[in-house]
């Protein structure tokens, strides 16, 4: 089990920044992959970005957030975080972290990030 907790959502004025935390529990040195979601209003959850959890820390990111977001991690906090810079009002939505440990998804309870034009 897997026990992931989200912080650092906020509301922000266009162009302007934040950073979202995510610090897991349990098992999670069985954890491969630890990433980000979000789900606007009335949209589908979609991916933001996500971070492989061994030596190489390969990263991947949405074409919509490339350039303004960084994923990143600190291994003795067992903490992912995301750097969101630029936003936009289309960020707006509720953030959540996810981590993917064998053939099971796990999700925290997500943050909400508001950009105001």
């Known amino acids: 089990q897997v026990q992931l907790v989200e912080s650092g959502g906020g509301l922000v004025q266009a162009g302007g920044s934040l950073r979202l935390s995510c610090a897991a529990s349990?098992?999670?040195?069985?954890?491969?992959?630890m990433g980000w979601y979000r789900q606007a209003p009335g949209k589908q959850r979609e991916f933001v970005a996500d971070m492989s959890m061994s030596i190489s820390g390969n990263t991947n990111y949405a074409d919509s957030v490339k350039g303004r977001f960084t994923i990143s991690r600190d291994n003795a906090k067992n903490t992912v975080y995301l750097q969101m810079n630029s936003l936009k009002p289309e960020d707006t939505a509720v953030y959540y972290c996810?981590?993917?440990?064998?053939?099971?998804?796990?999700w925290g309870q997500g943050t909400q990030v508001t950009v105001s034009s």
């Open positions: 996810n981590a993917l440990e064998g053939v099971y998804n796990y």
């Open positions: 349990g098992s999670i040195f069985s954890i491969h992959i």
